[in-house]
């Protein structure tokens, strides 16, 4: 691995751990029903244009975190074929995390899409 490849993964890193609560907060107020984590991690997968992807076992602490946070609750179900399902679903307050946080994340994408198209001019 080139000291490139090592700064971009490290990079990558850095955003995905600010942005999946994001994600996960966006999936969970658009569910009309609560989700279980692999439902979530597909759905991720499908609308995050894969950005997300391959990250499934990575979504549960932060899922916990969340639910730690009261911006989620939860509840356990069992399951037809396999072990108990714990399906999530997001708070009041979680929903208005959800709008400050996008807010947020408008503003800083903005910000940085700004200055990135002012260098490439």
Do not use: C
């Not at 029903?33 to 076992?57: C, D, N, W």
């Amino acid at each position: 691995m080139t000291d490139f490849d090592s700064h971009l993964r490290k990079f990558q890193k850095e955003l995905s751990a600010g942005t999946v609560s994001l994600a996960l907060l966006a999936v969970l107020g658009a569910a009309s029903e609560p989700m279980y984590g692999y439902q979530i991690a597909k759905r991720l997968e499908r609308f995050g244009e894969g950005v997300l992807s391959g990250k499934q076992s990575a979504l549960y602490p932060v899922l916990r975190n969340l639910g730690a946070a009261g911006l989620l609750d939860s509840h356990t179900e069992p399951s037809v074929a396999g072990p108990p399902r714990r399906y999530y679903h997001i708070t009041d307050a979680g929903r208005a995390v959800l709008d400050e946080w996008s807010a947020a994340w408008r503003a800083t994408r903005d910000s940085v899409d700004s200055v990135l198209e002012g260098l490439s001019k």
